[in-house]
């Protein structure tokens, strides 16, 4: 069975919790699909088109295939758009033949996933969007769903964004309660680089910071809730001495002016922690 391949995420693992979940596995009573089992013969076979009902950046199908194939390996499934398409109304997403119970019992896993994946690529193709032609790239962060980041921003990639740090692990982010404890942004940035962090991102709510967290080391700035004129008063100081991240309130009635104020970077926690799951849809047709 070919399974979806992503770092850092077991689909496999994902497809057997979510269905275990919805049948109710190890509870009493549990572990069947009681409709299913009981209105559908254990022969029937299905036809289904799963399809989009709005405009939508499409992320998921292959991870919805593991579903359908969990229950029955033999579905023949045809995914008709690739990750990240640009689709309008009304357009088939995949085509699948197979076992009637199989398809019902996977159906929703399947769509919930496709659906939210395609929400979040379809909001954050919003924003590249609305940033016009600038340098700055739109970033994701780490206001995701638990059990869902690896997930989650990947469909940021699929929606044309890019993504943050993944993780506690992999940079160090300085905030304004590091710098509480620390005594002030320099003395934070020395603390990360003597532990012996290579990649230390600062973030700065004045521009009477920059220069310490500069002259301590700091690899990156994030210039936080700063609107436009600061954003490029700040981008003026730092001098193209290390990359800038604007965060904090960003719309999309605001990144525009955002971006165009000189920042290499825009990160935005809505794209994975407000996306609305997009209209989706799938029908099926006896055989």
Wanted: glycine share 10%; charged share 20%; net charge negative.
């Amino acid at each position: 069975m070919s399974l979806f391949v992503l770092p850092g995420f077991d689909c496999e693992a994902f497809v057997a919790a979510t269905l275990a979940e919805d049948l109710g596995q190890g509870l009493p009573g549990g572990g069947h699909d009681v409709t299913s089992e009981s209105v559908i013969p254990a022969s029937a076979r299905f036809a289904g088109v799963m399809d989009s009902r709005d405009a939508v950046t499409v992320c998921g199908l292959p991870i919805a295939a593991a579903f359908f194939r969990a229950l029955d390996p033999g579905m023949a499934i045809e995914i008709l758009v690739e990750e990240g398409a640009r689709v309008q109304p009304g357009t088939a997403l995949m085509r699948l033949t197979g076992n009637a119970r199989a398809m019902l019992t996977a159906e929703r896993g399947a769509l919930n996933t496709v659906q939210h994946l395609t929400g979040v690529a379809t909001l954050t193709r919003s924003y590249v969007d609305a940033m016009g032609q600038t340098r700055a790239k739109l970033l994701d962060t780490r206001k995701t769903i638990p059990g869902f980041r690896h997930l989650e921003k990947y469909a940021v990639r699929c929606g044309g964004g890019h993504n943050h740090r993944m993780g506690l692990w992999d940079a160090a982010m300085i905030k304004d309660n590091h710098v509480a404890v620390a005594g002030g942004v320099a003395e934070a940035v020395r603390r990360a680089l003597a532990a012996g962090v290579s990649d230390v991102i600062c973030e700065v709510d004045h521009l009477d910071q920059i220069e310490p967290a500069l002259s301590a080391g700091a690899t990156r700035l994030l210039l936080d809730n700063m609107g436009p004129d600061t954003l490029r008063a700040a981008v003026s100081l730092v001098a193209g001495r290390v990359p800038c991240e604007a965060s904090g309130g960003v719309r999309l009635d605001t990144i525009a002016a955002i971006a165009a104020s000189g920042v290499d970077y825009v990160s935005v926690g809505r794209l994975t922690q407000s996306a609305p799951a997009a209209d989706i849809g799938l029908d099926f047709t006896p055989l």
